[in-house]
């Protein structure tokens, strides 16, 4: 069984971007982050009223990576280290060395290659560093972008799975994409 440990914090960097605890001094682009209905369009959780929502999802990230169930980094530019968006794993099955791949920016900071340069450098580090097998991303179907952005990073659709979560009211599909570690590649 695969053992993780993420204490002292891992901050990573890549060409642009640096990644680094959340801290709650990010308090205003976390709450611009799960406030806004745009970027939580395809997320099924509540939006944040305020910013005492966005300091307790930083508290509930803070305890989850002490807790070493899982991990996420404030995903940061390199010039300002100004937080534009967050990405981590989550959901680990470490009997089965795996992981699910979660990731969001702020809209300003769309089609600019940042959710590639992000993906590409956490699969790195899963890889290589905590030695997962496979990583999977878990979408929802109309959520074309995601679907585009991991198909270019070489993951494959897995599943499409019908109506298997309840939210707002109504079921929603989910789509299951992966990536195993011999088909990674850092080209």
């Known amino acids: 069984m695969l053992s993780l440990n993420f204490n002292p914090f891992p901050n990573l ?5 640096i990644f680094r605890s959340i801290e709650e001094s990010d308090v205003n682009e ?11 369009k395809y997320i099924p959780r509540p939006l944040a009223k305020n910013q005492n929502d966005a300091l ?3 508290q509930m990230i803070r305890t989850t990576i002490q807790k070493n169930e899982g991990i996420n980094w404030a995903v940061c530019l390199k010039e300002k280290n100004s937080m534009i968006g967050v990405a981590g794993f989550y959901r680990l099955s470490l009997q089965n060395y795996r992981g699910e791949l979660g990731y969001m920016l702020l809209p300003e900071y ?5 959710v590639t340069e992000t993906i590409r450098t956490l699969l790195e580090y899963a890889f290589h560093t905590l030695q997962f097998h496979s990583i999977e991303a878990i979408i929802d179907p109309e959520n074309l972008a995601s ?6 990073n070489g993951f494959t659709k897995e599943a499409h799975i019908k109506e298997n979560e309840f939210w ?7 789509v299951i994409y992966s990536l195993l570690k011999r088909n990674f590649s850092t080209k």
Do not use: A, C, W, Y
């Open 30 to 40: 976390v709450f611009l982050l799960r406030s806004n209905p745009e970027t939580m």
């Open 56 to 58: 307790e999802h930083i």
């Open 110 to 114: 769309h089609n600019q290659g940042f």
């Open 168 to 174: 707002d009211g109504r079921f929603l599909d989910t």
């Open 147 to 152: 679907e585009r952005v991991l198909q270019k």
């Open 13 to 17: 960097k890549s060409e642009r971007l």
